[in-house]
């Protein structure tokens, strides 16, 4: 009886890494499609595609509600730091 031996190749992985908040905070910068300093809940759709969210348009709609302090339904540099507490409290990760 022949055996025949099978030899697999190990693929690389993708390790997922917590974001640095600048990480974070550069994705989001870089999703301000209309370079006016804030996001809309449109540009923070798209973001959040891009970081792998399954629901975007609502997790857009939360990151407004928990990061949009002043309620004008825009993220300012001011509430920035809010909406980069939220991402990492939810889970957003990078890929090295």
Same mark, same amino acid.
């Given at each position: 009886?022949?055996?025949?031996?099978?030899?697999?190749?190990?693929?690389?992985? /993708?390790?997922? =890494?917590?974001?640095?908040?600048?990480? $974070?905070?550069? &994705?989001?910068?870089?999703?301000? *499609? +209309?370079?006016?300093?804030?996001?809309? /809940?449109?540009? =923070?759709?798209?973001?959040?595609?891009? $970081?792998?969210? &399954?629901?975007?348009?609502?997790? *857009? +709609?939360?990151?407004?509600?928990?990061?949009?302090?002043?309620?004008?339904?825009?993220?300012?540099?001011?509430?920035?730091?809010?909406?980069?507490?939220? *991402?990492?409290?939810?889970?957003?990760?990078?890929?090295?």
């Amino acid at each position: 009886m022949v055996r025949e031996i099978v030899v697999h190749k190990m693929l690389p992985q /993708k390790i997922l =890494l917590p974001p640095s908040d600048n990480q $974070l905070r550069n &994705i989001f910068k870089k999703y301000d *499609a +209309n370079n006016d300093n804030q996001l809309s /809940k449109e540009e =923070l759709k798209k973001a959040f595609a891009y $970081l792998g969210s &399954i629901i975007p348009g609502i997790r *857009a +709609n939360r990151a407004l509600h928990h990061a949009d302090v002043n309620k004008d339904g825009f993220i300012n540099e001011g509430e920035m730091d809010e909406l980069v507490k939220y *991402a990492v409290r939810v889970g957003f990760n990078v890929t090295a």
